[in-house]
Every structure is written in C-alpha cells, then in structure tokens.
C-alpha cells in the first residue's frame, strides 16, 4: 500500500523511535515526502533529518555542528540516524547556549558578505567547544582567521 506513494515498510521499525506523525512519515516515505501535498514545515523537518550525520563523538564541537545543522530538530535527528547516546550531550549544550552572540557582523568592519557568516559562526563554534570566552577572544580569533586566509 505504501509502495505506490513512494513509502516502505522498511522505515516502520523507525517510526517508533519519536512519537510523532512527522517523525513517522519521514521514517516511512524518506525523500518521496518531498513529492506528497505535506506543509512546509514538514519538508523542512525531513530535510533536516535526511541529510543528518550523526555526531563524529560527543564533544562540544560535534555537539554544535550537528545542531546547527538539525536544529530545532536535534533530538529527532539524534533518534533517526541512530545516535541517541548523544541526547544528553544535546540538552545540556541547549540548557548552556548563551543568550545573546560574542560579536555581531557589523562589529567586524568587513564588507557585506558570506566572509561575515563563516567568521561569526567559527566564533560561536570555538564558543561552544569552550576554546574562547569573551568578545575580546573572538575579536582575535576573527583577526587571526583574516591573517591566516590573507585578508587582512
């Protein structure tokens, strides 16, 4: 019944790993939901736990880069790809994460531009893996990065 639809039985054993209708369509259709009359949103959940990796282990800095790629779905994520021993990890990175950014783009009196992105979310990466603290580190680790890529 599900074949037609671009479904498999195989993904039922899935299904049961997050209580939720989402989490079940994903499991059962993976990428075919993208061609289903689905919300957005719903495309935007399955997208985010088709292409996750699992965490490479369980350090701050493999903690924050599989959330920012799976964020606000993490601990779905987590469950999909079969890695939930990183679960804690997750929860306490979210409990943790600081409030507000260590610096902002217009800080870095660089054009406008992806350089900005890249250089802010290095800065919020090294935050989180607990290798810089303040805004005058970031401020370093930003003018070490221009040197090193020969931007200066």
Do not use: Q
């Not at 195989?10 to 259709?29: I, N, Y």
């Not at 985010?48 to 880069?65: C, E, F, N, T, V």
């Not at 964020?71 to 994460?97: C, I, K, T, Y």
């Amino acid at each position: 019944m599900l074949e037609p639809l671009g479904g498999s039985a195989e993904g039922l054993d899935r299904a049961e790993l997050v209580d939720s209708p989402e989490f079940r369509l994903v499991a059962v259709f993976g990428e075919s939901l993208a061609r289903l009359p689905v919300p957005n949103e719903v495309l935007r959940y399955s997208w985010a736990l088709l292409r996750a990796k699992p965490p490479a282990d369980g350090s701050a800095r493999a903690i924050y880069r599989f959330r920012r790629a799976t964020e606000p779905w993490a601990l779905d994520a987590l469950a999909f790809v079969g890695a939930s021993e990183h679960a804690e990890a997750v929860r306490g990175a979210r409990e943790n994460e600081p409030a507000e950014p260590l610096l902002r783009g217009d800080e870095l009196g660089l054009p406008p531009g992806p350089e900005i992105g890249r250089l802010l979310d290095l800065v919020e990466e090294e935050r989180a893996a607990g290798a810089i603290r303040t805004r005058e580190e970031a401020l370093e680790l930003v003018r070490r990065e221009l040197v090193r890529g020969g931007a200066t």
